[in-house]
Nanobody
Framework: QVQLVESGGGLVQAGGSLRLSCAASGRLVGIGVMGWYRQAPGKERELVALITSLGNTNYADSVKGRFTIFRDNFKNTVDLEMNSLKPEDTAVYYC????????????????WGQGTQVTVSS
């Protein structure tokens, strides 16, 4: 099993920045893709960014140029640097991991954190 614990969420004004961190523990051998998803009230969970074990990244169009995903395979962490935050970025942000090299759909991931709330005020 793999455990994922997110941290770094909070309340920030529009235009501000936050950095989310996800620490992975447990049976980590073979973990391929790690990603960040978010879910706003009344909406489906959506991809924010993902990064493969090879360092390839993919971002949602809505966050390109504002968010950056980082992965440290030695520390077993994946961070999400969020800049120029907008009220529409408000959501619960979840860390996800899977042993496959690439997963895009949220239902494909085997491991999830409990989520951290990000609220952006206007």
């Amino acid at each position: 099993q793999v455990q994922l614990v997110e941290s770094g969420g909070g309340l920030v004004q529009a235009g501000g920045s936050l950095r989310l961190s996800c620490a992975a523990s447990g049976r980590l051998v073979g973990i391929g893709v790690m990603g960040w998803y978010r879910q706003a009230p009344g909406k489906e969970r959506e991809l924010v960014a993902l990064i493969t074990s090879l360092g390839n990244t993919n971002y949602a169009d809505s966050v390109k140029g504002r968010f950056t995903i980082f992965r440290d395979n030695f520390k077993n962490t994946v961070d999400l640097e969020m800049n120029s935050l907008k009220p529409e970025d408000t959501a619960v942000y979840y860390c996800a991991a899977d042993r496959r090299l690439l997963c895009v759909l949220s239902r494909e991931y085997d491991y999830w954190g409990q989520g951290t709330q990000v609220t952006v005020s206007s």
